[in-house]
């Protein structure tokens, strides 16, 4: 179901009373999104001095429009700063080429039933997965990697 919000813009001049002077008064009617369930069917020939007691009331919004509109100035604090994930910053590092490597697991107790062999196997550095690239550079926003390094 497609819904849509409407926002009108009119003019209109009351005519003087009395010793009154005219008055000129623009402004812009915002309407909320509407379905076609609670849509009204009018033309440009039909009278609407009745429009607020068709439309429930939380439908409509008049707000006053400005004869000059002002320029828009936009202030920013400061931007927001990425955090690194320092338990990840420990364990990750950058080769020359930029790739990510990690060490491997199970080098760190019972190390006695383990022969030489397998701990030097362990002792060693083991490049990062192609698909853990994107959680390791989330984790660690100012790693300098080379993401076309094979």
């Known amino acids: 179901m497609a819904s849509a919000t409407v926002t009108l813009s009119f003019g209109f001049r009351c005519l003087p009373l009395r010793s009154s002077p ?12 509407f379905s076609k369930a609670n849509a009204v069917k009018l033309t440009s020939s039909s009278c609407i001095s009745g429009f607020g007691s068709i439309l429930p009331q939380k439908l409509c919004t008049v707000a006053p429009r400005t004869q000059r509109l002002q320029p828009l100035t936009v202030v920013s604090a400061k931007g927001y700063k990425m955090k690194t994930h320092k338990a990840s910053a420990k364990r990750f590092r950058v080769t020359g080429r930029g790739k990510i490597v990690r060490r491997r697991a199970g080098k760190q107790h019972l190390l006695a039933k383990k022969n030489t062999k397998r701990k030097l196997r362990l002792s060693k550095m083991h490049p990062v997965s192609r698909s853990d690239y994107d959680n390791v550079i989330g984790a660690l926003p100012y790693l300098k990697v080379n993401r076309k390094a094979t």
């Open 22 to 33: 005219a008055c000129v008064s623009c402004g812009s009617i915002q309407l909320a999104p």
